[in-house]
C-alpha cells in the first residue's frame, strides 16, 4: 500500500464567492483525504452542486453559515444555519450548498474523503456566476 501526502505549500485559490486554501492532502492507496479552508464573502454563495467520488465534512469556525442539503428523496431540502463549533456530514452525490446570509466573512474547514478528490469531481446544478 503506498502513502501519497502533499503538505509543503499551502494552495490559496481565489473563486468569485471568495476563496479556498488547500491545506493538506493524502492518499492511502484507493482512498484519500483533503483539507480546505473556505472563506465565503457577505451575500455570496457557492454553487448548488453533487460529488460522485467524495463526501465532505464541513466544521464552521467563523460567521454563520447557511448550509442546504438535499434529502435522498432528490426531491426536498434542508436548510441549517451553523454557528461556529457546529459542523455537518454531506454523504457522496449528496445535493449541497455553503451561503452566507451575514455581513461578515463565513469560514468553514472542509475534510473531504473518497477514491476521488480533484476539483473536477463537481456536478453543478445551479450557479450563481454561470459556471458549469
Known amino acids: 500500500m503506498s502513502t501519497t501526502y502533499k503538505t509543503s505549500q499551502v494552495e490559496?485559490?481565489?473563486r468569485?464567492?471568495?476563496w479556498y486554501e488547500s491545506?493538506?492532502?493524502a492518499s492511502y492507496g484507493a482512498t484519500g483525504n483533503k483539507v480546505k479552508r473556505i472563506q465565503v464573502k457577505p451575500g455570496q454563495r457557492l454553487?448548488?452542486?453533487k460529488h460522485a467520488q467524495r463526501a465532505e465534512h464541513w466544521i464552521v469556525v467563523r460567521g454563520i453559515a447557511r448550509i442546504t442539503l438535499g434529502n435522498p428523496d432528490g426531491e426536498t431540502w434542508r436548510e441549517l444555519d451553523l454557528k461556529?463549533?457546529?459542523h455537518c456530514d454531506i454523504a457522496v452525490g449528496q445535493v449541497h450548498r455553503l451561503a452566507n446570509l451575514g455581513s461578515e466573512p463565513v469560514e468553514i474547514i472542509e475534510?473531504?474523503?473518497g477514491?476521488?478528490?480533484g476539483e473536477d469531481d463537481i456536478t453543478r446544478?445551479?450557479?450563481?456566476f454561470g459556471r458549469k
Open 23 to 25: 491545506i493538506d492532502e
Open 84 to 86: 461556529p463549533g457546529q
Open 115 to 117: 477514491s476521488y478528490l
Open 12 to 14: 490559496h485559490t481565489e
Open 111 to 113: 475534510v473531504q474523503l
Open 47 to 49: 454553487s448548488l452542486q
Open 16 to 18: 468569485p464567492w471568495g
Open 125 to 128: 446544478l445551479q450557479d450563481d
